[in-house]
């Protein structure tokens, strides 16, 4: 069954510290691939997206990704967090082969220590 | 025009009013979307518009109506609503049913 998987409910890091948020899904063929990021209140923006050719992807607020097939996942990565990056993080999968669905990860909280 | 806008920003309403959510786009997008998230969750899918047509309803309870009346607009229609139907509604709007989705800012219901 598709499913998208996001193991961190909540993560720490100190203002200037290198970020990684994990993100896997299961499904049998290549699915397009969003991170967003949610501030309290507010919708969801869209930080990148994957759909295919080069699997490391930029993004929007010095954040990128990488599309790794053989382990099923989309990681989103930042060298240096700044404050203003703590919000919610919501990773999803738009399945289209099959029964077409488009999911949100469960979202992982990122709080930022300064 | 690069958003999606939703009105009101916030709403308190009893069980038995009767109240709108709307949600506008100037994009061109042709599918809208409403969801629902309760704090700490990620958005549900409520229901789609593609082609200003009904394509995708999550069985939700008729107590929430929506209505698409152009390719820009969409509604969503309140009616004898629960206390568990707080939550955040966001609107979303993608060029042709899949790819990105634009999010409004929402719109936070309160249901006493």
């Known amino acids: 069954a598709q499913s998208v998987t996001q193991p961190d409910i909540h993560i720490t890091v100190s203002e200037g510290a290198s970020l990684e948020l994990r993100c896997n899904y299961s499904y049998g063929a290549t699915p397009y691939l969003f991170w967003y990021v949610q501030s309290p209140g507010q919708g969801l923006q869209l930080l990148l997206k994957y759909f295919s050719g080069d699997t490391l992807v930029q993004g929007i607020k010095g954040f990128e990704a990488e599309f790794k097939r053989s382990q099923s996942s989309f990681n989103l990565r930042k060298p240096s967090v700044h404050w203003s990056d703590a919000a919610e993080y919501f990773c999803a999968v738009e399945f289209t082969s099959g029964t077409y669905k488009y999911i949100f990860g469960t979202g992982t909280r990122l709080k930022v220590l300064a | 025009d690069t958003e999606v806008t939703q009105t009101p920003k916030h709403l308190v309403m009893g069980m038995t009013n009767k109240k709108s959510l709307k949600c506008e786009q100037h994009m061109g997008h042709r599918a809208m979307y409403w969801y629902k998230q309760k704090a700490k969750k990620p958005p549900e899918l409520m229901f789609v518009y593609s082609y200003e047509k009904l394509s995708i309803n999550e069985s939700v309870p008729s107590r929430f109506s929506p209505e698409c009346p152009n390719s820009s607009l969409l509604n969503l229609h309140l009616h004898a609503l629960q206390p568990e139907d707080s939550a955040l509604y966001l609107c979303?709007?993608?060029?042709?049913?899949?790819?990105?989705?634009?999010f409004g800012s929402g719109t936070q219901l309160s249901v006493l």
């Open positions: 979303a709007s993608s060029q042709d049913g899949g790819g990105r989705r634009v």
